[in-house]
């Protein structure tokens, strides 16, 4: 699902030893001052005990409160707080305004009084959060989640997972070493055709994958991701330090293009692998019935059609982006599948959403899963017949039912729908193409070394901050 802008607290840790160093010295010193102010819940409301029981209420906090983080993940968490079970304790983000609104809705909706802060790390020394939703910019993405993970709280983390391949594992080591659960919002996985398409090629019913294809396309000509730049944002409401955060060089001053526009941008996101591939790379992985992280990537992209010269108006830019308009990704797996993912913002009809198996194919069309068998194995008197089958009347995705996923998850402690496992190699597929397409190169990796090559076995230097150009 995309997003507009997101935001979150003050310039976080540099390493993963430096930020368990510094987590052991916020929790001595909270246990040394004391915890801060607990919350005053809605009439007749306590916290969690724990979430140790289904039906025990669950405490979460949102840091990330703009576009995605308000609409998505406030607002449906209020439309859906009785039948999840929720208490709202706090909301994080670097706009006053922002913050401000989060804090307002929520009252007026659930009786809680939500404590609001400008620093994240502030909101993760509460004991009393369960949970949090991270929906900020991509590049906060590892720091929030890191900080909710050691401090005992479970995590929603808005796609892309991470910025960048090399703080995936941080986060998956994260999630191993607390035990805690981490979900990303790709709510498609919840959407359970595909979970259908999953049993039935588990058991053989198409045969040996061997490819698959979708595609997010868009048509924006004014520009995607040119979102209004609204007046209430100055120096004075955003702190603009802790947006850009010290792992980012630009040197630019205070910039709102910059802030509701990001997607745009290098320093902050991947563009279309990072907004919309992930919401068909997950499902079409999740399908597989066993995620593999990919042995090669290759991307192919180009923003020539110049959308943001042909803004106007509200819509109106300053700067061309940097990332594509137009990507193609081709991504092939241990097992011989080869999956193919195009995305665009300047053209808006898709391709045929199919999963190929040498002996029957699965067409993912709205509400249902249609299996039909090739022509050397549809005749009943072929010696591996393979009949065809319909499942229909799945719901359609939606953010609510992800989220619901989310919470039962924790209440069960199991694994989410979108969990650690498959958004890994998912981020590793995005992170892959992203190198491919600057490179202009196949990436080759191995899961073993985690070493990412070219053609002729030349280990790649892989994007990362302060990385290249535009970076």
């Not at 939500?114 to 949090?132: F, N, P």
């Not at 998956?172 to 259908?196: E, F, I, R, Y």
């Amino acid at each position: 699902m995309s997003s507009q802008t997101t935001s979150l607290g003050a310039a976080g840790i540099t390493s993963r030893r430096g930020f368990i160093k510094r987590s052991t010295a916020v929790a001595a010193a909270a246990a040394a001052v004391g915890t801060l102010k607990t919350p005053v819940y809605g009439q007749n409301q306590a916290p969690s005990a724990n979430v140790t029981g289904a039906n025990n209420r669950i405490v979460v906090g949102f840091v990330g409160v703009g576009g995605q983080g308000k609409g998505a993940h406030v607002d449906q968490s209020l439309a859906h707080k009785d039948e999840n079970n929720l208490a709202f304790a706090a909301v994080c983000d670097v706009s006053k305004t922002r913050v401000a609104a989060a804090q307002k809705d929520i009252e007026a909706k659930s009786g809680n009084k939500a404590e609001g802060y400008e620093d994240y790390r502030k909101l993760m020394e509460r004991k009393d959060i369960d949970a949090i939703f991270c929906a900020t910019v991509d590049h906060w993405h590892t720091r929030v989640g890191l900080a909710a993970l050691n401090s005992g709280k479970h995590v929603y983390i808005e796609k892309p997972m991470t910025r960048y391949l090399s703080e995936a594992f941080l986060l998956a080591d994260a999630v191993k070493s607390t035990g805690k659960l981490l979900n990303v919002g790709s709510q498609g996985c919840s959407d359970m055709k595909w979970h259908k398409a999953a049993e039935w090629i588990r058991a053989g019913r198409i045969g040996p994958m061997v490819m698959s294809q979708g595609s997010y396309m868009r048509n924006a000509p004014q520009g995607e991701w040119n979102y209004d730049i609204q007046p209430w944002c100055t120096p004075d409401d955003l702190n603009w330090k802790m947006w850009v955060g010290d792992q980012i060089k630009t040197g630019k001053p205070f910039d709102p293009d910059h802030y509701f526009r990001w997607r745009k941008y290098y320093p902050y996101c991947a563009g279309l692998l990072g907004d919309l591939f992930p919401h068909k790379l997950h499902p079409y992985m999740l399908a597989t019935g066993n995620p593999e992280f990919p042995t090669r990537v290759s991307a192919v992209g180009n923003h020539k059609v110049g959308t943001d010269s042909k803004a106007t108006g509200k819509k109106a830019t300053k700067y061309p982006r940097d990332v594509c308009e137009i990507i193609q990704l081709i991504a092939e797996f241990p097992s011989g599948m080869v999956m193919h993912i195009t995305s665009s913002t300047v053209n808006q009809t898709g391709t045929q959403e199919l999963i190929r198996g040498h002996k029957a194919n699965l067409f993912m069309a709205g509400n249902r899963v249609e299996l039909k068998p090739e022509q050397p194995f549809a005749s009943e008197e072929a010696d591996d017949y393979v009949k065809p089958d319909v499942a229909e009347g799945f719901a359609p995705e939606s953010v609510a039912a992800h989220h619901k996923n989310w919470f039962s998850s924790i209440r069960a402690n199991k694994q989410p729908n979108c969990g650690i496992d498959l958004a890994l190699k998912v981020q590793t597929v995005i992170s892959l193409a992203e190198a491919s397409e600057r490179l202009g190169m196949m990436c080759h990796y191995d899961a073993k070394t985690r070493k990412v090559t070219d053609g002729m076995g030349r280990e790649i230097h892989m994007p990362t901050y302060g990385w290249d150009k535009n970076s």
